[in-house]
């Protein structure tokens, strides 16, 4: 079978998928991608790469439309992508791709024939979502307009597809009630053999990392906590508002006063991904004015898996905070390693973690809530090691990695004749 997959950050959420159906000798897989952001290769894969469209002139744009503008833009090179695959003589028998960007809108006027499974992932609101979730928070009418519009290449993308899937309930629940019962919820899966807890004791934690922040940014530092060590951990592509940075910085305050021997280990970038960025700063600098202990918060940039593996599972308790939205692979993650987990009382989390069951739910808002309920994990280690044995269980019954390729292979196979 020719499978071709589009995303234009390979391989974003079809890692798993695009490998496994790589390994199988009966396909030939071709990534279509405008960047190759993790730098490797998977076998059985060819990855062709697109030019970058050019950005949009923001300043003469109206702004209600500039992010479809790039989706058109994005749509249109994929198009000159796809022309150039078909010239060559490929012919896809199925298309797999992400809506977010605009690359699928245009790719039934190059395949007609050729049927599509599309990753929905996010649909926008201007209520009742990650922008505008708490009573005291109120879109001014322009707000709620451009947000409205920002959807208008889902739209399109829609449809193009003749199957639409999306990885949980609640993010199925942010699209129009008329699209609901035409998108399966399909999680993308979690490597539970690779997030797994360690044999036996919890290890110490041994780490060289390169310098995010402070006098040391930029230089190579080694982190040495034996075993024992109570260690918090933080896992986020970006410190920022949207995954509750600035709430988990003022709960760790609280903690390190309360607990001397606290270390608490932060991973991600200084960057935000997801929601607006601050002005002329980040988030993580306005951590720094703030102050905090040097010697037992630790930013250890981006890891590899190897090193993020260590991290986990040295761990005594991790915290995963969002608003409402997109829910991150690192709260499953870190639930398949059996970490005990105090995770925000938000949609995207109550889905999967029930309170005082496999995890602890705390207020995404209050930082003394989110501190109150890591020392109860800390303090009661029965009830951690019984909520982490839960939390894994959790994720082996229902995003278990080798079930939901199996299932995304499955519809696959419904749309080719």
Known sequence: ????????????????????????????????????????????????????????????????????????LEGQQTVRALDGLRRQGF????????????SLMYC??????????????????????DSYWWPDEKPEIDAKLAIRTKNMHHLLSRETCDLRMTPTEWQRSRFPAIWQPHIRVQHDGTDTAFCCPPAGERPGLDLEYMAICGKEKGQKQKLHLPRGTEIVTYVSRGFEAMRGFPQFMDAVRILLKARPKLHVVCVGSDRVCYGSELKGTTFLAQEEEKGYDHKRVHFVGSLNRGNYKKVMQASSCHVYLTRPFILSWSMLEAMSFGLPLVASKTPPCEEYVVDGENGLLAEFRSPHHIARRVEELLDDRALAERLGKAARETVLERCELTRCVHREEDMIYSLVK
């Open 108 to 129: 039934k006027d190059v395949y007609p024939e050729v049927p599509v499974l599309g990753y929905f992932e996010w649909y926008y609101l201007s209520e009742h979502s």
């Open 1 to 72: 079978m020719n499978i071709l997959i589009i995303h234009p950050s390979f391989a974003g959420q079809f890692l798993y998928l695009a490998s496994y159906l790589g390994q199988n000798k009966e396909n030939r897989v071709v990534f279509l991608a405008k960047t190759n952001s993790m730098g490797v290769q998977l076998a059985g894969v060819q990855l062709a790469l697109y030019k970058a469209p050019r950005a949009v002139d923001k300043e003469h744009a109206h702004h209600y439309l500039i992010t479809t503008e790039e989706a058109i």
């Open 91 to 102: 012919m896809p028998d199925v298309i797999i791709g992400h809506s977010g960007w605009g």
